[in-house]
């Protein structure tokens, strides 16, 4: 039984996942609190295995509540969040940055196509993240594991000169390390970047504003026969694939999900490397499955440089991992060496020859 606790305000929304959580018998309701301080207090009591955690909340809200909780007793958070309140999403950011590892959407009214879809995706990640073992977060993961001289070295020594275009995969944990590189960068930085992170549908362009307001350089979504520019992060939208043409523009598809994924990282690393082969650099981190893994070992391959981030690094290791037992990772690298490496590449070439 996967043990759940519901942090809510909401005596409608609370009865919405109750009802939710009744429907899957290997889910045991372990309570129902109020606010983030009862939830703090319930959880030095009672370790569940999972906790939906609300963002706005009287007394405590749902972020001051996950930094505690992260920092004492460390328990797979998932944030429940309203797509209608421009701070909810923000906050739910934060809070994933804050240790929490995955985020829903508040249930729609009971009954509805919008609920029956709603209840799936809750109860898929409900299981998916009771499988996380988390750890204490006292301070920032992204700053608990720095460049080492390793990375350094090899970052110096393995500079590769023609890169045209960077592919990025992600999934569970990936926001807050994509929100560490992307912050880590130069304002020159000018090769484009294309991105899939799995999400919940209806929180990408939340996502989107949130890494704006750290990037050094523009993240926009991605949109159908648009150029590629340099010093650009193209984010995949809700629900589709992203892909690149061979005259380097973006092409939106809605083939079928590859992985059970859409948008697919797969998708993506097999364009990149299908236009550009040697002259792109693939990069995979955190998430669960391995999607996009049997394609960095192609991108690789071919001649490219990949990189998966550290295991220790990691929130999941899940398709970093499956990248490395196919021997498709270069280095395998911390955030922060990742973001080395990449202002490396951003060099003139006089200072990298």
Same mark, same amino acid.
């Given at each position: ?11 409608? #929304?609370q ?5 939710i ?5 290997s ?6 609190v109020?606010n983030? @301080? ?5 959880v030095k009591?009672?370790i569940?295995?999972?906790i ?5 909340m009287?007394i405590m809200?749902?972020?001051e ?7 004492n007793?460390?328990? %797979?958070? #998932? ?11 923000l ?5 994933l ?6 985020v829903?959407?508040k249930?729609?009214?009971y ?6 879809e709603?209840?799936?995706?809750f109860l898929?990640?409900i299981?998916?993240?009771?499988e996380?073992?988390?750890? @204490?977060r006292?301070?920032?993961l992204?700053?608990s594991?720095?460049? *080492?001289l390793?990375?350094?070295q090899?970052? #110096? *020594?393995?500079i590769?000169k023609?890169v045209r275009?960077?592919?990025l995969?992600a999934s569970?944990g990936g %926001?807050?390390?994509i929100?560490?590189?992307l912050?880590g ?8 970047i ?5 999400? *919940?549908?209806?929180?990408?362009e ?8 750290t990037s050094?350089?523009?993240?926009v979504l991605?949109k159908?026969?648009?150029?590629i520019?340099g010093g650009?992060c =193209?984010v995949?939208p ?10 380097e523009?973006?092409?939106?598809s809605?083939n ?7 948008p697919a990282?797969s998708?993506?690393f097999r364009?990149v490397?299908e236009v =550009?082969g040697f002259k ?6 955190t ?5 996009g893994?049997?394609?960095?070992k192609?991108?690789k391959?071919?001649g490219?440089i990949?990189?998966?981030?550290s295991a220790e690094?990691?929130?999941? =290791?899940?398709m ?5 037992k196919?021997?498709?990772?270069? =280095?395998s690298?911390s955030?922060e060496?990742?973001i080395d490496?990449?202002?490396n590449l ?5 200072l990298?020859?």
């Open positions: 039984m996967i043990k759940v606790l519901v942090v809510e305000d909401s005596k409608v #929304i009865e919405l996942i109750k009802n959580l009744s429907s899957d018998k889910i045991e309701l372990v309570g129902v109020n983030g @301080k009862d939830a703090v207090d319930f009591r009672i569940p295995d999972v939906t955690m609300d963002v706005q009287p809200d749902g972020l509540a996950t930094k505690q909780i992260m920092a007793t460390p328990v %797979p958070i #998932i944030i429940v969040s309203s797509l209608f309140h421009p701070n909810d999403v906050d739910t950011f934060k809070a940055k804050s240790g929490a590892v995955s829903v959407e249930p729609h009214s009954g509805t196509k919008e609920f029956e709603n209840a799936r995706e898929h990640k299981k998916l993240m009771a996380i073992k988390v750890i @204490k006292t301070w920032s992204m700053d594991h720095p460049a *080492t390793g990375e350094q090899n970052i #110096i *020594t393995h590769p023609n275009v960077i592919a995969g569970t %926001p807050v390390v929100e560490k590189i912050s960068l130069p304002k020159t930085f000018n090769i484009p294309l991105l899939v992170q799995h999400i *919940t549908a209806g929180f990408t939340g996502f989107i504003d949130w890494l704006n307001t050094s350089i523009p993240v991605a159908e026969s648009e150029k520019l650009r =193209y995949a809700d629900n589709k694939h992203l892909l690149v043409d061979k005259n523009n973006v092409i939106i809605g079928p999900p590859e992985n059970n994924l859409r990282v998708v993506l364009s490397e =550009y792109a650099l693939g990069i995979l981190l998430g669960m499955g391995r999607d893994a049997a394609e960095l192609v991108m391959d071919s490219s990949t990189i998966t981030q690094s990691c929130v999941v =290791y899940g970093p991992g499956e990248a490395v196919l021997n498709g990772s270069t =280095y690298l955030p060496g990742i490496y990449l202002c951003s060099m003139p070439k006089e990298i020859s």
